[in-house]
Nanobody
Framework: QVQLAESGGGLVQPGGSLRLSCAAS???????MGWYRQFPGKQRELVAE???????NYADSVKGRFTISRDNAKNTMYLQMNSLKSEDTAVYYC????????????WGQGTQVTVSS
């Protein structure tokens, strides 16, 4: 069973920090892993992504505040979120893409991040 399990979400005050983790099981050799978030009633949007080679891409809204990283050997991914704002409140999803000839992608169940005083 392929599974992406997010953890680390919760309630944090504005300006605070939170670290999300995504543990992957059942699949290996991800090409790209990323974090997405979804606001209520809105489309899911990319927050940050990282290739197997370490190339990173961030949404403009989180540049300088969030840091994505991955441990390829452990099939894990992290999102360090600093200087959190109320606008960051959303459900955050882990995503993994891979494949050589046949490509695939998987999503985690999501973890709620709430930034509020």
């Amino acid at each position: 069973q392929v599974q992406l399990a997010e953890s680390g979400g919760g309630l944090v005050q504005p300006g605070g920090s939170l670290r999300l983790s995504c543990a992957a099981s059942g699949i290996f050799n991800f090409n790209t892993m990323g974090w997405y978030r979804q606001f209520p009633g809105k489309q899911r949007e990319l927050v940050a992504e990282i290739t197997r080679g370490g190339v990173k891409n961030y949404a403009d809204s989180v540049k300088g505040r969030f840091t994505i990283s991955r441990d390829n050997a452990k099939n894990t991914m992290y999102l360090q979120m600093n200087s959190l704002k109320s606008e960051d409140t959303a459900v955050y999803y882990c995503n993994a893409k891979g494949g050589i000839i046949v490509t695939w992608e998987y999503w985690g169940q999501g973890t709620q991040v709430t930034v509020s005083s």
